[in-house]
């Protein structure tokens, strides 16, 4: 079992190495094989700090200095994923059901989102 952050499982469909600094995008990187290698692997998804945030610059004092912004995604996914314990499977499996608009409005106020990468792999989940 581990402990994510929910919006985290969006951020790993536009993950391509980039992130706030090599510290951070190695944790992230490393955090985001070992969860997407495992389908069966059970997540405990949460809206607050995970391991992700630990190697964060934006993580000032234990807490996002975005906090208000990403917890409307983390609480979005939470209420319609509608469990808070699932493997990595049922979790893309219900992701997958997310429309394309939905998608575009929880994440377009994102720094990452401008460089087109999000929305790509999400639509390529869609497509699988
Ligand atoms: S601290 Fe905030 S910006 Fe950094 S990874 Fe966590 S949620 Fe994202």
Redesign the pocket.
């Known amino acids: 079992m581990i402990k994510l ?1 929910s ?2 499982l969006l ?1 790993f469909l536009g993950f391509r190495g980039l992130g ?1 600094s090599s510290t ?1 995008t190695q944790n ?1 990187a490393t955090i985001r094989k070992l969860i997407l290698k495992d389908s069966y692997l059970v997540l405990t998804l949460e809206a607050s ?2 391991e ?2 630990k190697n ?4 000032i004092s234990g807490l ?4 208000d912004k ?1 917890k409307v995604k983390d609480y979005f996914l939470l209420n319609f994923l509608k469990e808070k314990n699932l493997t990595v499977k049922s979790a893309y499996e219900k992701i997958k059901v997310l429309t394309e608009e939905d998608f575009i409005s929880l994440c377009q106020d994102c720094s990452w989102y401008p460089l087109g990468y999000c929305l790509e792999g999400f639509l390529k989940l869609k497509s699988t």
Not at 64 to 67: A, E, G, H, L, R
């Open positions: 952050r919006h985290h951020c706030y951070f992230l700090p995970d992700i945030c964060c610059p934006e993580l996002c200095s975005s906090d990403v």
